[in-house]
């Protein structure tokens, strides 16, 4: 797992206050609106990277969320 990958893993496990893996849901692990602010926000400050919350419900699979954040900062550069 990339430092990213682990960064958003850890973000995600906080504010869900449950383990994640690859396959995991935002969702379906107990995620809603107020806890995916909390996600965005964190994920800005530790990694500079912004998502929003339309992206949260299209990508709520932690694989694919932690993908996009990874293409983020590959663009950044």
């Given at each position: 797992?990339?430092?990213t990958?682990?960064?958003?893993?850890q973000?995600?496990?906080?504010?869900?206050?449950?383990?994640?893996?690859?396959?995991?849901d935002f969702?379906?692990l107990?995620g809603?609106?107020?806890?995916?602010t909390?996600?965005?926000a964190?994920?800005?400050?530790a990694?500079?990277?912004r998502?929003?919350m339309?992206?949260v419900l299209d990508?709520?699979?932690?694989a694919e969320?932690?993908?996009?954040?990874e293409?983020?900062?590959?663009?950044a550069g």
């Amino acid at each position: 797992m990339s430092t990213t990958r682990e960064t958003v893993a850890q973000i995600w496990s906080d504010v869900l206050a449950t383990p994640v893996d690859e396959e995991s849901d935002f969702f379906l692990l107990g995620g809603h609106s107020l806890l995916a602010t909390q996600m965005v926000a964190r994920l800005e400050g530790a990694l500079g990277v912004r998502v929003s919350m339309r992206e949260v419900l299209d990508y709520a699979e932690f694989a694919e969320f932690a993908d996009l954040v990874e293409q983020r900062l590959a663009v950044a550069g």
